[in-house]
Structures are given as C-alpha cells and as structure tokens.
C-alpha cells in the first residue's frame, strides 16, 4: 500500500514536471517565434537637415509618426487588410501599399516584418516645413507567407528614401521608396 | 546577381549551406527602370513556384524551371526593391532594384498663397521631380525656378536637385498683385500663383467733422509704405474720447477708406489704427 | 410590525409637505424660490404684501402664464400687455428668446404703506450658461392688494430706410478632383499673438492677452495654452472658450483669456501657447460701435464697464457679445471681461451693456478697448 502510495506520489510529480517543461517549450517558441515582436525601433539623427533646422518638437511627432506608419504597415501586410493604412499614409505611400495588400490578397500571399529598427537621417527640411525627406536605413526580419506558411525568411537591410508632410495632427507618410544605397 | 541572405539559425547549418549555393541558380537584372521590361532566368529543370514580390506587387506562378522569366513593364512601374523567390522542392530567392524612368511631372510647393510686398525671403518654393509612374527621380535633375510681377522678372535661377529635391527663397516684390512662380525641367513645368498684398498700412491719417449725430470720421485712402492700397475689409479701429467718456467703432476699409459715425456731443480726441498701426490723433470741438 | 412602517413613512410624508407649505423660505431677509403656499396651481395667495405681490408675479412670468402674470401688473398708467410678454421672452431671436427664468431672490429695498420697491436677482437659464440679471421693481397699493407698476418700455424708433450693403464679403471655395499635391495651395491666415500675461486669480490662475490677425483674409481663431510643471510635462491644457473673439477680420485685434481653475501659478514653470487659425467665409458687415464707454459702479458698488454698443448697419444682431480688455497704466492686460447682451441690437439702434470688473483690479485698470462678437440668424 504504502509502496503504492510512493509510486503514485513519484508518477504525479513527473507529470508536474513535465506540464512546467511543456510550458516553458512553448514559451520558448512563443519568442522565437514572428509574433513575439515589441514594434518598430525609430531613432531620428535631424543634424544635417536643412535649409531649416528641425525643431525638437517637430523630431517627437515625426518619430512618433513613422514607427506608427510602419507598425501599421507591417500589420496590414501581414493581416492583407487595407484600414491600418488610412491613419499615417497618405499620397503615392498609400497607393502602393494599398495596390500591394491588395495583390497579395489575390495572390494569398503576405509579409512579415519583425524586429525593426530604423536608423532614420532627415536629409531635407523645406523652408515652410511643409515637407520632410529622410533617408531611413532599416534592419528587420523579412518573411514571405504563402497561405500562412513561410516560404521564405532573411534578415533585410534596406534603404528607404521617405517623404513626410503634416497633416493636422500628424506627419503622413506621402513617399516610401527603397534604393540600393543613398 | 546578388546572393540570397538567409537566417540560419534554427533551420541548421548544412541546409543553410545547401540553400545558400542554390540562390546563384537566379540570374536577375543589373539594372532595371520603371516601366521597362525585365528578363529573369532561373537555372534547372522541372516545375517550381515563382514568387516576385515588390512595392505595390505580390505575384505567384507556376513556371518551368531553364525558362526565361519575361516581366512587363506595368509590372515594374514602381521603383524600389524586388524579391524574387523560386520553390521547388526548396526555396531560393534574390533581388534586384528598380530606378526611376526620367522626370515626367513636377510637385512644386511654393508658400506662401498671400505676401506682403517688399519682404525679404518671403517666398520659397520646393520641386520634386517624379516619372510617370509617380517614382521620385533621385538622380540629379536641373530645374529651373522663374518669379515674374507682371512684366517684370523678379527671379530666374536654376538648381540641380540633391536627393530628389530642390528649393529656392527669395523676396517679395515691390507691387500687390499676383507673383506668378514657375519650376521647369526641360519641356515640364510647373506654375503657382503668390498673391503679393499690402504690408501694414503706413502714414495712416484720419479726418473727422461733426454732423446732427455726432461726429463722422474717415481716414485719406489707406497705403502701405510702398504705396499699395491696403485690401478693402481691412479693418480701422477709431477711438474718440469725450469728457471721460470713450466710444470705438471698428470700421472696415470700403474703396481704400474706412468711415464711422461716433457718439459723441462734447469735444472730443479721436485717433485712428491699424492692427499694431498707430494713425494720427484729431481734436473735434463740441456741438 | 408589518404595518408600522408604512403608517410612520405615511405620517412622515404629511409632516414634510405641511412643513414646506408652511415655512415661508426666507433667508436674511430674502424671498427665495418658489414663494409661500404656491408649490400647487391654482393656489396663489392674495398679494396683501409687497413681496408676495411680486413673487406671484415672478411665478407665472416663470410658469409662462402670462395672463395671471399680467393680471398683477397695476393699470393705474396703460402697459401693452404685448410689449410686457415680450419684455420676459425676449423678441427678434435675442438670447432672452433662448433663455428660461429659473430662479428669483427677493430683497426689499424700500416699504411704506402705498409704496415700495423691492430689489430682484433673477437667475436664468440660457444657452451661453447661467445669466443673473439685477432688476428693481416698483409697488404700489390698490386697495387691499399689492400690484406691480411696470415701467414704460423702450421701442426703438427707427425710420423705415434702405439700408445697401457695400460692405466686403468673403467666401471659401473647397477644391475638389484630384489632390495633386501642392497645387491646392491656400495658407491658413497669419494670426500672431501680441501679448501673453499669466496671472493668479480666486482659487486658480488665468492667461490674458491679445491677439492680432495680420493677414489680408478673415481667420477663424482660436488660442490655447498648455502649463508646463518644472520637467516640462503637462498639468492641464485649456482653450479661450467663448472668451475671445473668434472671427478676426484683417488687422483686428481681440483679447482672449483662459481659465485655469483650481491651479496655481507657482507650480507652473513654462507655459506653450498655440494659436490656431482657418481659413473661414466671413463679412465686413455689421459694423458695431461701441459708445459711451466708462468705468463706474453699479447699483451694487461693483465696479462695471458700461456703455452702449450701437448697431450702425440695417441687418438684426440677435445675439451681441460684448469682450472687453482691462488694461494698467503699462498697457499690460489686466483683466479680460466679457457679457451676453440679452436684448437683439436692431439696425440704427443702440442698447446697454455692463461687464463686471473684478474688486481687486479696478482700481488698476487705467485703459479699455472693448469688442463686440455678434450672432446674426441667417448669416451664420
């Protein structure tokens, strides 16, 4: 009976033991995995800018801006929905982005950008501060799904040339475009 | 032909490898532009998936691998970065970029919409030159920037643009009226149009005489320090100050002169202004 | 057991409506409210005294119940009962036409046994919030009764005439295609901020100054102002409301002010001032004068600017507002005090107004310049 006891006592804890490994594996996938991914890094050198100084306000907003613009592209490229796209693109930005969503709806491919982080240089600043030019050199996890299986899966740099305009609240994306080099 | 990058991390280390050396079997173009066709080829044989992905396109096909990929130029209007990925039994991809095809149009932004005459860096504008696809074209292009009042040419500058962009500033000219600003390249252009105004009205004097109702004011035909009349609906405060008692009519300027009828039966001190613009002071006796 | 406690909440309702029927509401000398032994229709007491003569009176002009309201009025002299209805509900859509009579307090002034005047604090209830108007009404014995003798109301006399309007106007064309992207070039107007005074005042503080519009097209303003604490983070952000004058014509000045209640300068370090500007359409027209303006007590003793503002165009000014800037002998803005003239301003015609100065800065106030808002129905 009492040998019994131990052996039932040793075969419950094996399988506490074992419920916590499961959960911790899984864990572990959890954050190797694309959906662990706590948004777009942005950081914003403004020195060069010209022929007007960028004000250190005017630095936040477009900070602020374009991690929200490209938090919300990687998201509606990788959900293939076209609403994330309304708030912070505007212009030639919103045309292609919303041509690609909708191509990959077709296609029933999408994208996915993880871990980003942008090294962002405002290049130009126009005299009325109607418009900006940055020149973003971003680093990201790439992944192309086909019907929600990766297909392919690289670490990307690329270089972006964008074009920013305010709007009443915020800064718009108005020009994404990527170049082999600056 | 650019190799394929690919994270190695989990997959391990001989299929990383084995990956990485397929990746040369994509001959992708050197350099292509916006609008114009593109040849791809992929080494091997059989059936595989062609995969090409880019700005404003995801497309996905069945091909036959040793066949040339001919790509058409819609399908390459917007420049930037394509990725090309072949699967048959792995996956093996590379990539090629897009340039912009040569300036088809001009997005000018000139500021401001309304001037005051004889300012200096008052206005200034900034041309961006995009191809017919709505690509920016970075690579440099001359543009040429012309001011003109009327008959006379207040600016004619050329600038080539730095990363896509160039601008100009330069000051009001000396008349009100419409500044006409042009950017050109070649046989594009672009045209604006700048409403120079008045500045502050300058030497702004008052006259006043009394009637059966009071006393009716006017200011002589309000000008600027140029000698441009000040725009009708400006408006001209009066003041009129009586036995310690104080009347203010805010007037608009109506043909080049503001007018007010004022309350007042003893002798008064009237003065005149303009936004921050003082006029001169008038004694009125009483009735 | 069951029963005892409806018999005792019986009981105690019959207690507390007899108490409220009876007790009379007075406080210091004051009638407040609804007047004694009137809480029901069809139930006004006998105006044997001069207050409840008027507070009969003050009941149905409330209740609207203008024949019962007209009925306490003395006929010894002859009142248009019409121009009497229209002195309570107000004509010519003025913001009295809006407004609701919500409350009247009660003083005695004066009493003997034919006569007395009685001094009324009327509370109403308009769009622009809660107004207080000071009224003092004559008595007079009639019998065994007391009635109210109205006064003669004031119609304006104004000659029919064809007024033209030559004035400015200014409209807002919206562009409509294609967005290509600056083409559609219009700035928004340039409006400056010209002074900026942060000041305590009762338990907050507020910001007063002046603003300018400098363009040559009418500006749709609006100042806002943000109090930043030591590490530059935000404790509150607040608008000049309706404290300012929002359409600015070219060259026109207005003050603002905004209020901060409840904080204290001394815990602010900075202050972020935003003004903001559209594009809006707008006339030249009405052009209002502002008359007579002085610095003086009112029947209270509180100090008051007062004046007349006059309406010098042929359109109807259903709703003048009246901001006026309270400047020391430095030109800084003391204090900025603004008003609702209850009655519309006719055209050619001119009616009073009062803006109360605040105790403590009266005597600093050395110079004024007074603006005038207006709302006109069908132009808006």
């Known amino acids: ?182 | ?287 | 057991m069951k029963i005892i406690l409806p018999i005792i909440l019986v009981i105690a309702t019959v207690v507390l409506i007899a108490m409220a029927l009876v007790t009379s509401g007075n406080a210091a000398g004051k009638t407040v409210g609804i007047a004694v032994g009137s809480a029901f229709y069809g139930l006004t007491p006998k105006p044997t005294t001069p207050e409840q003569a008027l507070s009969n009176l003050l009941l149905d002009a409330k209740r609207r119940n203008w024949d019962n309201a007209f009925a306490s009025v003395s006929t010894a002299q002859p009142v248009d009962k019409q121009l009497f209805v229209q002195d309570w509900t107000g004509s010519y859509g003025s913001l009295r036409s809006f407004s609701a009579l919500e409350g009247f307090d009660i003083r005695p002034l004066h009493i003997t046994n034919e006569q007395a005047l009685m001094r009324v604090r009327l509370h109403w209830t308009t769009p622009v919030g809660p107004i207080e108007d000071l009224r003092d009404f004559h008595l007079a014995k009639e019998g065994d009764i007391w009635k109210t003798v109205w006064p003669k109301s004031q119609v304006p006399n104004v000659p029919s005439q064809v007024i033209p309007v030559t004035y400015l106007r200014w409209d807002l064309v919206s562009a409509g295609g294609d967005d290509e992207w600056g083409a559609k070039n219009i700035d928004a107007p340039h409006v400056r901020i010209i002074s900026m005074n942060p000041s305590d005042f009762a338990e907050g503080s507020v910001i007063l100054g002046e603003v300018v519009n400098e363009d040559t097209i009418p500006a749709f303003v609006n100042v806002t102002a943000t109090l930043l604490d030591a590490s530059g983070n935000a404790i509150d952000e607040e608008t000049s409301f309706d404290k300012i004058d929002h359409v600015l014509l070219p060259k026109q000045v207005t003050p603002y002010r905004i209020d901060f209640p409840g904080i204290n300068l001394k815990n602010v370090k900075n202050v972020r001032m935003n003004v903001k500007a559209t594009l809006v359409p707008a006339s030249a027209d009405p052009v209002i004068g502002v008359m007579n303006q002085k610095v003086d007590a009112d029947f209270q003793g509180k100090a008051v600017l007062r004046g007349d503002v006059f309406n010098e165009s042929g359109q109807t000014i259903n709703i003048p507002h009246v901001i006026a800037s309270l400047y020391d002998n430095n030109g800084k803005v003391l204090w900025v005090a603004d008003g609702y003239v209850e009655r519309a301003l006719l055209p050619q015609t001119s009616v009073p107004f009062a803006v109360e100065i605040p105790k403590n800065m009266a005597s600093k106030v050395q110079n004024f310049h007074v603006v005038v808002n207006q709302y006109s129905m069908g132009r808006n």
């Open chain 1, 1 to 182: 009976m009492k040998s019994m006891l131990i052996a039932a006592s040793l075969l419950k804890f094996e399988k506490q033991r074992f419920g916590l490994l499961a959960v911790l594996f899984f864990l572990a996938l959890t954050h190797f995995s694309a959906g662990a991914d706590a948004g777009p890094k942005v950081q914003l050198d403004a020195k060069k800018a010209g022929p007007r100084a960028v004000e250190s306000l005017t630095q936040n907003a477009i900070v602020r801006d374009y991690r929200t613009a490209w938090n919300n592209m990687a998201h509606a490229l990788e959900s293939n929905s076209v609403g994330p796209l309304d708030g912070p693109f505007t212009g030639e930005a919103k045309t292609w982005l919303w041509q690609s969503v909708m191509s990959q709806q077709k296609t029933g491919l999408s994208r996915r950008y993880v871990d980003q982080n942008h090294r962002v240089e405002a290049v130009f600043y126009a005299p009325e501060g109607d418009v900006i030019e940055l020149h973003d050199t971003a680093d990201f996890q790439l992944q192309i799904l086909d019907s929600g299986k990766v297909v392919q899966e690289e670490h990307v740099t690329a270089h972006y040339v964008v074009l920013m305009t305010p709007s009443a609240d915020r800064w718009l994306v108005r020009h994404l475009q990527s170049v082999q080099q600056f």
């Open chain 2, 1 to 287: 032909m650019r190799p394929a990058l690919l994270n190695c991390g989990f997959a391990g280390l001989i299929m990383c490898l084995s990956l990485a050396s397929w990746g040369q079997n994509i001959t992708v173009p050197t350099s292509a532009v916006a609008g114009e066709p593109a040849t791809l080829s992929i080494a091997g044989s059989g059936k595989a998936t062609f995969y090409l992905i880019g700005p404003g396109i995801s497309n996905k096909h069945e091909i036959n691998l040793g066949e040339d990929i001919k790509l058409r130029g819609d399908v390459l209007r917007n420049a930037g970065d394509y990725r090309v990925i072949v699967c048959s039994d792995s996956c093996h991809s590379a990539t090629f970029f897009v340039t912009a095809a040569k300036p088809a149009s001009l997005s000018f932004l000139v500021h401001p919409s309304r001037v005051p005459v004889s300012l200096s860096d008052a206005v200034s504008g900034v041309a961006f030159p995009f191809d017919r696809f709505h690509n920016l074209v970075l690579s440099p292009v001359t543009i040429n920037f012309q001011l003109s009042a009327g008959n006379a040419s207040l600016l004619n500058r050329s600038a080539n643009t730095q990363a896509g962009v160039a601008w100009f500033r330069t000051a009001s000219g000396k008349s009100a009226g419409a500044l006409q600003v042009t950017a050109s390249v070649d046989d594009l252009s672009a045209k604006r149009v700048v409403q120079q105004v008045a500045s502050d009205p300058c030497n702004l004097r008052i006259t006043g005489q009394r009637n059966a109702t009071g006393i009716l004011v006017q200011t002589e035909p309000v000008h600027d320090c140029s000698g441009n009349p000040v725009p009708d609906g400006t408006i001209v405060s009066f003041t009129a100050n009586a036995g310690g008692v104080k009347s203010t009519v805010d007037a608009p300027i109506k043909k080049g002169i503001a007018r007010a009828q004022i309350d007042a039966s003893g002798a008064a001190v009237i003065s005149g202004a303009s936004g921050v613009v003082m006029g001169n002071e008038l004694r009125v006796g009483a009735r």
